[in-house]
Each structure stands twice: as structure tokens, then as C-alpha cells.
């Protein structure tokens, strides 16, 4: 039997990608042995599902359903965005319809009197309103920059997440499939 060391060893190099295949089958017969000392025992059942992986993989049909899988993932996740956009513009364009219709209901009830004689005036009073507008808007908009941040910081772990989610997602498809495959059924008698 392996040293723990020895599999410790294995199992780092294993991690890191590093591992010979005939290392790799060193260790899915260690921790399919029954064999596995308390301390690395939380590893048993990941290389039980890798080699039941491993035996599903002579499938000819897996690599149509991993694209299919693939596709799917993308076509999600473009449609979401999709109905999104369309959900802010349309909000957006209902405010600036029914902004614009009360406006103009106002401007119909009380006819505008003009405050400045002068055009120069008006011009100098209109651009320092603008001017204060702008930067309000701007000072709003810059908390919005924050939320960017944390979407960004938070990337990385979504990253590292994905394949551990993926794969356990496969597992599942792949024992749904089977528990509903009339094959089973038929094995079974």
C-alpha cells in the first residue's frame, strides 16, 4: 500500500496538472482500494466520479452533448442580456414618454412668460444651469462606477467557480438521463 506522503505527493502533482497517466492511475486505484486513510478520504468520492466519468467518455454520443451543453450556456446567457436591454429601454422610453406628455399638458395650461429681456442674459443664465445639471449628473454617476468594481472583483471567483459547478451539473444531467432512459428499464429485467 502508498504511503500517505507518497499520495499527498501524487495528489499535489495531480492538482497542478503535473501527473504522468500512469500516476493518475496510481491514484484512482489507491482511492478505489477501500483503502484510504482518514485524512485523505474527502478525495475518495471526486476520483470515484472521475473514473465513472472515465467510462462514460467511450461514449460516442458525449461530445455532441457537451456542445450541445456549450450552446445552450450561450444562448442563455446572450437571451438574458437580450431581455434586459429590452426591459431599460423600454422603462426608459416609457419615463421620457410620459415625462414629455406631462410637459407638454403643462406647457398647454400656463403659457411661458419670459424672465430676461436680455438674450445675452438668458444665454449666461441657461448655460450656468446647464453647467450645475452636468456636474450633479456626473457626481450621480460616478457611484455607479462602484458597481462595476465589485462586478469585476467578483469575476475571478466566478471563474474558479464555473468548471466545479459545470461539472457537477454534467454529473447530475448525466444520472438524470440515466433514470430516465427506457434502456434501464429494459436492463433491469
Not at 65 to 74: A, G, P, S
Not at 123 to 140: D, E, M, P
Request: charged residues 30%; proline residues 3%; negative net charge.
Amino acid at each position: 500500500m502508498m504511503e500517505t506522503q507518497e499520495i499527498l505527493r501524487l495528489l499535489q502533482r495531480y492538482f497542478d496538472g503535473e501527473t504522468t497517466e500512469a500516476e493518475e492511475q496510481q491514484l484512482n486505484a489507491y482511492f478505489q482500494s477501500g483503502e484510504v486513510v482518514d485524512e485523505l478520504a474527502e478525495y475518495t468520492e471526486f476520483f470515484g466520479g472521475i473514473a465513472e466519468l472515465a467510462e462514460k467518455a467511450d461514449d460516442p454520443t458525449i461530445e455532441d452533448d457537451v456542445m450541445d451543453y456549450i450552446l445552450e450556456n450561450e444562448h442563455r446567457d446572450k437571451t438574458k442580456y437580450r431581455t434586459m436591454w429590452k426591459a431599460v429601454t423600454g422603462i426608459a422610453a416609457s419615463v421620457i414618454i410620459v415625462l414629455g406628455g406631462f410637459l407638454f399638458f403643462q406647457e398647454q395650461q400656463k403659457p411661458f412668460d419670459d424672465t430676461f429681456s436680455d438674450p445675452e442674459e438668458a444665454y449666461a443664465y441657461a448655460a450656468k444651469t446647464l453647467q450645475f445639471v452636468g456636474s450633479k449628473y456626473n457626481q450621480g454617476v460616478a457611484h455607479l462606477s462602484e458597481f462595476e468594481k465589485l462586478r469585476k472583483g467578483s469575476e475571478p471567483v466566478k471563474k474558479a467557480t464555473d468548471p466545479v459547478v459545470e461539472f457537477y451539473e454534467g454529473i447530475e444531467k448525466i444520472e438524470a438521463a440515466e433514470a430516465s432512459s427506457p434502456l434501464q428499464d429494459i436492463d433491469s429485467l
